[in-house]
């Protein structure tokens, strides 16, 4: 059967975490045929995709040339991808090296704005990741754990300024805060590491925050936190980790509340922001 015959493709470039599964899951069940490009292990994928490709992310033109052979006109993105590779000489086919002569910089979003007008020019859209995964965005207020004083919740309120701040630079979008002052910022390490060394630094009873800009394109990234983020801020003894409500996802919310209250660690959703793509 030809690919305009059957139900409309989805490629799904997939990173490490759960979320590729998780995307892939709910376009299947939304009427998708779904072909995976797999970036990490594929095994965790579920059985419903159509096709799971392994691909390495300096290939680009064997890419573009599976998403034309599949009648694909819609890509989206899920998961964790690391970047480090670019800049530690990391193989790249002849359409990657183009692409990335290309970009102006070399921040997440230069090089994903460049991709995705790549993309525009062969007919195929990149999509919101929120069109899949828009059910677990967090919701405001006390999510988990115990109800924390004023002076916390201040700590957190610096904490979301600060991520705000990151994003609009394309720097980060967690830091950790105590007592005011911000002790460990976001950079290409990624959210773990900045946990793992912020808490480090600071002392039990820090404040750990994840927000995105103001004006995030959520095609490019879901900022996500879930039950593993919960065990790295129970084991620096954090007191509260926020998320900015309605713009990052929490994951696995019943294993979440139980281990934020088993550490002691309260999990809250803090306002909203104007000016989402």
């Known amino acids: 059967m030809a690919p305009t015959d059957r139900a409309p493709a989805l490629g799904l470039i997939g990173g490490a975490g759960v979320l590729p599964a998780l995307m892939a899951r709910e376009a299947q069940e939304a009427g998708w045929r779904v072909v995976v490009f797999a970036l990490a292990e594929p095994a965790a994928l579920p059985s419903v995709v159509d096709r799971v490709i392994l691909f390495r992310l300096g290939d680009v033109g064997p890419l573009l040339d599976t998403l034309q052979s599949e009648g694909i006109r819609h890509l989206v993105l899920a998961g964790g991808v690391r970047k480090d590779g670019l800049f530690q000489g990391m193989p790249l086919d002849g359409v990657a090296r183009a692409l990335l002569d290309q970009a102006p910089d070399w921040t997440d979003e230069s090089l994903l704005r460049t991709a995705s007008a790549a993309l525009e020019s062969m007919g195929i859209e990149l999509l919101d990741q929120r069109r899949f995964l828009g059910p677990w965005l967090a919701p405001a207020g006390h999510l988990a754990g115990p109800v924390v004083d004023a002076g916390l919740l201040a700590d957190a309120r610096r904490g979301l300024e600060a991520a705000r701040a990151l994003g609009r630079l394309s720097i980060g979008q967690t830091v950790v ?101």
Not at 254 to 267: F, I, K, P, Q, Y
Request: hydrophobic share 45%; net charge neutral.
């Open 177 to 277: 805060v105590k007592a005011g002052a911000v002790v460990a910022v976001e950079a290409m390490e990624g959210t773990d590491e900045t946990i793992r060394r912020g808490l480090a630094l600071a002392g039990p009873g820090a404040s750990v925050v994840k927000a995105p800009a103001p004006g995030h394109d959520y095609r490019f990234d879901v900022p996500t936190v879930g039950p593993d983020t919960v065990a790295r801020c129970a084991a620096g003894q954090a007191r509260i980790l926020a998320v900015e409500a309605k713009r990052v996802l929490l994951l696995d919310r019943d294993t979440v509340a139980t281990e934020a209250s088993r550490a002691g660690l309260t999990v809250i959703g803090l306002g909203e922001t104007a000016g989402d793509r």
